[in-house]
């Protein structure tokens, strides 16, 4: 046996995980001959299982039978799911981690629920409900977990490996979100709870409820199910930001001109606070007219709304900064006082609200003993508006440049130390103005109707093939994303015509004092910024614009949007409209076995992928005289065009699992995976540019300096996404090892690889032809292209156990702990925006990890659990990652630091149908950090961003009837 194992758990360069499941497999067998041998007697005592204890015996159930490689989290009472977000309970599952900013570029704030998630370090994650496609109007693919009411799901179900059963596109992994149904219930069933929630920085506290309503009738047409649940919720958050900005390579700081040290180019610091609301609801019909047909009909709405207010200020040296007293250990700026004359400000409110609508039909027949028969139709709908509203309001710079000066003091990791030197400018409106603009918008919308119908065959003489099922599946998936870009621009400046200053305008505005400061600390300085009530929708914000804007010469340029998307053309910071349509058609056949110990499916599933894509081509007027061709082609036209594309999948699947014992197994699963694109990849848009020349003996060479007109073109180049892209693809190999110790205890294991093909990365290798005006050339285009081949690979672990062999009061406690470990090589990190020069350049960059890959991370939990009384103290940590190759504004790597957090919560059953529970997250203030890469100047990595954010609690009460 131990040759055997040997074998089994053998994986091209995964050689250091094979010890911890060797040893894993050594105790479990062990223990497991032991009990065998001592003859004891297999009755045992009884234990009433409630709350922690059943959450966990119905995941570690859920996880053991599954003929895939799952993990669970399940919700033992109604609308209870251990946290109060989708997103942070993935991160309690082993191989999950989550990510805390909203968007990736987005360096400067974060998500205190969470944003995004991983599997085994990748991003490539698909999302579903009840096992259906489940997706957000954003510019991925993947639901947005964050905009899901956690109340009303029954469990959380990720996949590590897939089964040809299963739907395409989860390379790093699925994560299913289930509802409940009525026949899940015996009985009626009435469940209601209310939550009053506060975080102690935003000191507001915020309702939340939900209810559900489930019941089963027999009458005379079978038997009925109705459910229906819904809830609201709503949470106030804030956070605060010490803010140092990106490093630079001086020579000529003061006291020490001529060496090469680094310095910051300037600090400051913010307030966000966020309003969310979450409302969602469910309703299920379920009809069994006999024993033979079962039909059932859902309906599941979530509908996410967040607020943003934010406050920022800060400096602007840049790689001029100076100052005197100026202190420098091992070659970076650690301390002195900075040299400073006016502040940078802006208030910032930002909205957005996301919908998703789902309704699924699905049929089973049971047409005789040995066939069943699934038929499902799915309707899904998703949209995405969103608002970004900001209003400069920088200080007047004054005549003595130490007027604002600022102390500094770094502090490695730890928060710095910044101080405005005592001044009469912060708090008088007269030395403020309203300097500059800047609005984005978007509106997004995504749909989709699915086919699917399977059959099965069950063999009731066959010594190994259980069953085999079969099906086909087809899906019409659209989505349109409309952006504009970041419209920034002046609106009164001193040089065009006087600038309006708080204490002229009309504006209302506030003095922003940032109190609790860090939690009980004190902020720089206080400083004025317009009220964002003024300005929190469209109509108001260029009113507000307006009432304050100087009009005079060279000034100002910002101005109001038109509300036409399609007049922005893709750039680095807006993509205007992108349609795309993907049409898949997918069979398979799945063989389900099973002799003696060993059992398992083996499959494959085919599947044929069509996608369209429609987007503004435009060809950029040239300076030419003398080639009319090269002149009709280059005309500065701009016309929609539409490019597809089509491919076909065979994705092979065997799952094994081999029963040791009756409560220990080992697994084996090797399937072909794929992740598409995401769909601003895919854009067909193009901005072609002609690069004009002289033409000298026939050959047309580069113009000379300075001249500006030429007689024809030696090169068309443009950038564009690329709709030729075709999937990144994978084989996956996993290897586990599980030892079901009893029904809530387990001790299991996993090792992992990936061999990844189909890196999409951004190339100059494409020469592509356009027409235009009758006029054909071929074009030098940079886009994404696939190229390359690489791997992930690691290895999981995890623990769960109540401690049901100590004595009394020591029984009812229990941990559970989980270990993740992954390493990648040869990847590519690709740009989320191909018409971002600097995402494009920056994703090409060598020896950095992929973005959101986390080598080591773990989760540790500990339990109380009695008839009347649970508690549960969890902890969470995730080791520093790549966030983005090109953070906004900075346009350099940013990396987010180690991170980990504890919750908690207490429960008190005071009946069998009443609770009443606390709960408290982030209960030490974990600083949040982020850190920086200015590559150029070969910085190496420092910190910018140290974030401090709610600790916040919640009163519940949960009742069932």
């Known amino acids: 046996m131990t040759i055997a194992v040997r074998r089994a758990l053998h994986l091209r360069n995964a050689a250091p995980t094979v010890p911890a499941l060797a040893i894993l497999l050594a105790l479990s067998t062990t223990q497991a001959y032991a009990q065998n041998a001592s003859g004891a007697s297999s009755e045992v005592e009884e234990v009433v299982v409630t709350g922690i204890r059943e959450q966990l015996k119905t995941s570690q159930a859920r996880k053991a039978e599954a003929e895939e490689i799952l993990d669970s989290i399940t919700a033992a009472d109604i609308g209870a799911l251990p946290d109060r977000s989708v997103t942070e309970v993935l991160q309690r599952i082993p191989g999950v981690a989550i990510g805390r900013v909203p968007e990736a570029r987005d360096a400067d704030r974060i998500a205190v629920e969470g944003a995004g998630a991983t599997v085994r370090g990748l991003t490539w994650v698909r999302s579903e409900l009840n096992g259906r496609s489940a997706f957000s109007a954003k510019k991925s693919r993947t639901l947005g977990f964050e905009d899901i009411p956690p109340e009303l799901m029954a469990a959380v179900d990720v996949y590590k490996n897939p089964s040809a059963a299963m739907i395409e596109g989860g390379l790093s992994g699925v994560v299913d979100l289930r509802t409940r149904l009525p026949f899940d219930s015996p009985d009626r069933t009435v469940g209601v709870s209310a939550e009053y929630a506060m975080g102690d920085l935003a000191n507001k506290e915020r309702p939340s409820g939900s209810f559900l309503f489930s019941d089963r009738w027999n009458t005379g047409i079978g038997e009925l199910g109705f459910l229906i649940s819904g809830s609201a919720s709503r949470l106030t958050s804030q956070t605060h930001t010490l803010h140092i900005d990106k490093y630079y390579a001086r020579s000529n700081l003061p006291g020490y001109e001529g060496q090469t040290v680094f310095a910051p180019g300037g600090v400051g610091w913010r307030e966000l606070t966020v309003d969310r609301d979450r409302l969602g609801g469910s309703l299920a019909l379920q009809w069994r007219p006999g024993d033979t047909v079962d039909v059932s009909l859902q309906y599941f709405i979530a509908d996410a709304t967040f607020e943003q207010n934010e406050n920022a200020l800060w400096t602007e040296q840049g790689n001029a900064l100076t100052g005197s007293n100026l202190q420098v250990s091992n070659g970076y700026l650690v301390s002195g006082d900075i040299t400073n004359n006016y502040f940078n400000g802006s208030a910032r409110y930002n909205e957005r609200e996301s919908k998703n609508h789902d309704a699924a039909l699905h049929l089973t027949w049971h047409p005789g003993d040995r066939w069943r028969f699934d038929m499902d139709v799915q309707r899904a709908l998703a949209d995405t508006d969103a608002a970004d509203l900001t209003i400069g309001s920088p200080t007047f710079a004054q005549s003595d440049p130490n007027a604002l000066a600022v102390e500094l003091r770094l502090n490695g990791s730890n928060e710095p130390s910044i101080r405005v030197r005592p001044n009469s400018v912060m708090t008088d409106a007269e030395q403020y103005y309203y300097g500059w603009a800047m609005d984005h918008y978007e509106k997004n919308d995504a749909d989709a109707w699915a086919y699917r119908a399977d059959g099965e065959y069950t063999f009731d003489n066959s010594d190994w093939l259980d069953r085999i099922r079969f099906g086909i599946r087809h899906e019409d998936y659209s989505s349109t994303t409309r952006e504009t870009g970041y419209r920034w621009g002046t609106v009164a400046q001193s040089w065009g015509g006087g600038a309006t200053t708080f204490g002229d305008g009309g504006v209302p505005y506030i003095q922003q004092g940032f109190s609790d400061w860090f939690h009980g600390g004190r902020a720089p300085s206080v400083y004025l910024f317009p009220r964002s009530s003024a300005f929190n929708s469209r109509a108001a914000f260029e009113s507000t614009i307006h009432s304050v804007e100087t009009l005079g010469t060279n000034c100002c340029d910002w101005t109001p949007w038109n509300g036409d998307f399609a007049d922005t053309t893709p750039g680095n910071d807006g993509l205007g409209i992108n349609t795309q349509n993907q049409k898949t058609l997918a069979g398979y056949v799945n063989a389900h076995f099973g002799k003696g110990k060993l059992d398992g499916n083996l499959g494959v599933r085919v599947v044929r992928t069509e996608n369209s894509g429609t987007g503004l081509l435009t060809f950029s007027g040239a300076n030419l005289v003398g080639a009319p061709d090269e002149s009709a082609f280059a005309n500065g036209a701009s016309i929609e065009g539409t490019d597809e594309n089509s491919y076909t999948d065979v994705l092979p699947s065997l799952n094994l699992r081999f029963k040791v014992q009756d409560n220990v197994f080992l697994r084996l699963a090797v399937a072909r995976s794929l992740a598409r694109p995401d769909f601003p990849l895919l854009l067909p848009a193009i901005n072609i540019q002609a690069k004009l020349g002289l033409m000298v003996n026939g050959t047309c060479s580069e113009l000379p300096d300075g001249a500006g007109v030429g007689n024809c073109v030696s090169q068309y180049n443009g950038f564009s996404g690329n709709p030729d892209l075709e999937p990144m693809r994978s084989w996956q190999y996993d290897v586990a090892a599980e030892w079901y110790i009893n029904p809530t205890n387990s001790l299991t294991g996993a090792i992992f690889y990936k061999q990844l093909e189909g890196f999409m990365e951004t190339s100059l290798n494409s020469s592509v032809e356009y027409t235009n005006n009758g ?187």
């Not at 950095?848 to 989760?859: M, Q, R």
């Not at 203030?925 to 709610?950: C, E, K, M, Q």
């Open 775 to 961: 006029q054909t050339r071929t074009v030098r285009v940079l886009r994404p292209e696939n190229q390359g081949n690489g791997y992930v690979q690691g290895f999981e672990v995890a623990y769960n156990s109540f401690f049901d062999f100590l004595p009394g009061f020591w029984k009812n406690f229990g941990a559970r702990a989980a270990f993740t470990y992954v390493e990648s090589g040869g990847t590519r990190n690709v740009a989320a925006n191909p018409y971002d020069q600097n995402q494009r350049d920056n994703s090409a960059l060598d020896n950095y990890p992929l973005e959101g890959l986390s080598k080591t991370s773990y989760n540790a939990e500990l339990y109380y659990s009695a008839q009347r009384f649970e508690a549960r103290l969890a902890y969470n940590w995730r080791e520093k990652y790549v966030l983005t190759m090109a953070a906004a504004n900075l346009n350099i790597p940013a990396w987010a630091d180690d991170y980990g957090q504890l919750d908690g919560s207490v429960v008190w059953n005071a009946t069998q149908k009443l609770k009443v529970g606390l709960q408290a997250v982030n209960l030490t203030d974990a600083p949040y950090r982020i850190l920086v890469d200015n590559f150029v100047d070969h910085t190496g990595l420092t910190y910018h961003n140290w974030v401090s954010a709610d600790r916040r609690y919640s009163v519940f009460v949960r009742c069932t009837f």
